[in-house]
């Protein structure tokens, strides 16, 4: 089956240490997302990408940083800059270029700080 | 700037009772529209989509919405809540490559 995966689901960060959660798609999807998700905020955005090797910041990028090697994966690093990591964070996919296509969203990778 | 407002934070029916869960919207244009359900430490799932056409789209689960564009608005309703339908509802809005996501309505269905 097509989908989304993240991993791992429970990821603990110590102090100073940068961390990297994982975002595979196997959807043939170009452009790929993640959002950072608090209790009674929604989704907010950190970064997105419409094709391999490129991306663009999100509303909320700093303390984050991304790649893009592959169309399979977009792994997010959150740095020790982010001084507030603990959250749920959720990758999702979608056609790029066109407009009113669903996003496909994976588990989520809860993170916590030690 | 494009937007979606949920103005309920969150929600209790009984079980068999009707839902309706109220999005509004703002953007100048026609707008693409969706609605996502996730469960405790779940990623969002997709419920159902407008694009344009008929007004009123039916979803999964037994879920349908209603666009209307003069209150620019996009409520979801249930007729029959069960009680597995307890989940958190967030209303999306699509525009070019970005969506904007509403705050979410935390739902509680009593037995």
């Known amino acids: 089956d097509g989908g989304i995966t993240q991993s791992p689901k429970y990821l603990f960060r110590k102090e100073g240490q940068n961390v990297t959660l994982s975002c595979e798609q196997n959807?043939?999807?170009?452009?790929m997302y993640w959002y950072r998700q608090d209790p009674g905020q929604g989704l907010r955005l950190i970064y997105y990408?419409?094709?391999?090797?490129?991306?663009q910041k999100g509303d909320i990028a700093e303390g984050y940083s991304v790649s893009r090697e592959k169309k399979e994966s977009f792994p997010l690093t959150v740095t020790s800059a982010q001084k507030n990591p603990t959250a749920f964070y959720l990758c999702?996919?979608?056609?790029?270029?066109?407009?009113?296509?669903?996003?496909?969203f994976g588990d989520g990778t809860r993170l916590s700080i030690l | 700037a494009q937007s979606v407002t949920q103005p309920d934070i969150h929600i209790t029916v009984s079980e068999g009772a009707s839902l309706e869960l109220r999005c509004n919207y703002s953007?100048?244009?026609?707008?693409?529209l969706f609605w996502y359900v996730q469960s405790p430490g779940q990623g969002l799932q997709l419920l159902l989509k407008?694009?344009?056409?008929?007004?009123l789209v039916q979803g999964i689960k037994g879920f349908e919405a209603e666009f209307k564009r003069s209150q620019s608005s996009f409520n979801l309703r249930k007729p029959s809540v069960h009680w597995s339908d307890a989940a958190e509802y967030f209303c999306?809005?699509?525009?070019?490559?970005?969506?904007?996501f509403g705050t979410g309505t935390s739902l509680t269905v009593i037995p």
């Open positions: 407008y694009f344009s056409g008929d007004t």
């Open positions: 953007y100048g244009a026609t707008p693409y």
């Open positions: 959807l043939n999807h170009d452009a």
């Open positions: 999306a809005v699509n525009t070019g490559n970005q969506f904007y």
């Open positions: 999702a996919s979608s056609w790029a270029g066109q407009e009113g296509q669903p996003q496909h």
């Open positions: 990408s419409q094709i391999v090797n490129d991306f």
